[in-house]
């Protein structure tokens, strides 16, 4: 069974009406957001990586939940099992470092021995800004402009250099020895490394989609083709994306050429770009200090479609499934 699927199923098993966002509003109308999601060495990042990193790692990923919904991050709740050996001092000293920096205050928690892999699971509560509402999934409309927070694509790159030995050292990416090109290309390359290990949440973004009077958003983790397969379903809507209006990082195709993997492929099904993919009315764009990038309509027919070169197909889920572990084709 796919994630999507099980979640459909305990939704009309028990009726969890509050299932369906990047966080829940609790009670119903607030004044709550509240998010859970966990890391787990050799699933999410690489068994060695720093726990300095991991820890803004992290608080990234959860905080790009809330940002999703609109809300200001106020509280967090730390569950960390730990194998002998992992430095819990460093962990913590960046942890709290990165919750100061995004007004988070660490409220509870547990600690728990882990008898090979980490496992951090982190809890967030945020509030909702003054003058803002809620953001959900549920609320885009026919005619509403599909929009983009950010580039797609180079995370999943970094992810794949990543399996090929790429690493973070402190504060410099050591690229594979295999991997070789122009400086451009190992800046881009490193750069994507950078991307998926250390992603930056866009929380004023999200505030300022808040402060509209319409639009869906969510955030984008498992794929831009999957996370708008959710956004339309919870919608009741469909979508037409054009190919040539998604946003890639600089040197993108060469990146993608030289780690043998498809830049429309990664793109659309990569995930882990933690940019948000919301909708707004024709008339209204984000400021362009958010770097974001129409990429295509709400339709009211429910169906995805992908016009790619004037031609238009069925755009499928593509993307990871926790459940059915399903990611991007390589080419």
């Known amino acids: 069974m796919s994630e999507d699927a099980l979640l459909r199923w305990l939704r009309a098993r028990i009726g969890l009406s509050k299932i369906g966002d990047d966080a829940a509003v609790l ?41 999703a ?20 001092k460093r962990f913590f000293t960046s942890f709290l470092a990165a919750c100061e920096t995004w007004g988070v205050e660490l409220a509870g928690g547990d600690l728990a021995a882990s ?9 967030l509560i ?16 026919p005619g509403h402009d599909l929009w983009l927070g950010g580039t797609a694509g180079e995370s999943a790159a970094g992810r794949r250099l990543i399996d090929r030995g790429a690493r973070l050292r402190g504060r410099r990416v050591e690229l594979p020895g295999s991997f070789s090109g122009p400086p451009a290309l190992l800046a881009a390359a490193r750069r994507a490394v950078r991307r998926h290990l250390l992603p930056e949440p866009q929380m004023a973004l999200g505030k300022w989609l808040g402060r509209q009077t319409e639009g869906a958003a969510m955030d984008v ?9 959710r956004l339309c379903h919870e919608s009741s809507t469909g979508a037409e994306v054009r190919a040539e209006l998604l946003p890639l990082p600089d040197r993108f195709a060469q990146l993608c050429a030289a780690i043998g993997s ?3 492929a990664l793109a659309l099904a990569g995930g882990e770009d933690y940019v948000l993919l919301f909708t707004l009315p024709p008339d209204v764009s984000p400021p362009e200090r958010f770097g974001c990038r129409r990429i295509g309509r709400i339709t009211r027919a429910k169906s995805i479609a992908l016009i790619d070169g004037g ?10 499934d926790h459940l059915e572990k399903q990611e991007a084709p390589a080419s």
């Open 262 to 264: 498809d830049p429309l």
């Open 115 to 123: 008898p090979r892999a980490v496992v951090a699971t982190l809890t």
């Open 221 to 229: 983790s498992d794929g831009v083709a999957r996370d708008l397969h």
């Open 69 to 88: 919904t609109g809300a200001d991050p106020a509280w967090a709740f730390l569950a960390l099992s730990t194998p002998p050996g992992f430095d819990h």
């Open 126 to 141: 945020g509030t909702r800004p003054a003058g803002g509402r809620w953001l959900r999934r549920s609320d885009a409309a």
């Open 311 to 320: 031609v238009s197909r069925p755009l499928p889920p593509l993307g990871w």
């Open 27 to 67: 009670p119903d109308g607030g004044p709550f957001a509240v998010t859970v999601d966990s890391q787990i060495a050799g699933v999410h990042f690489p068994p060695e990586l720093d726990p300095a990193h991991l820890a803004r790692r992290l608080l990234a990923v959860n905080l790009s939940d809330l940002a």
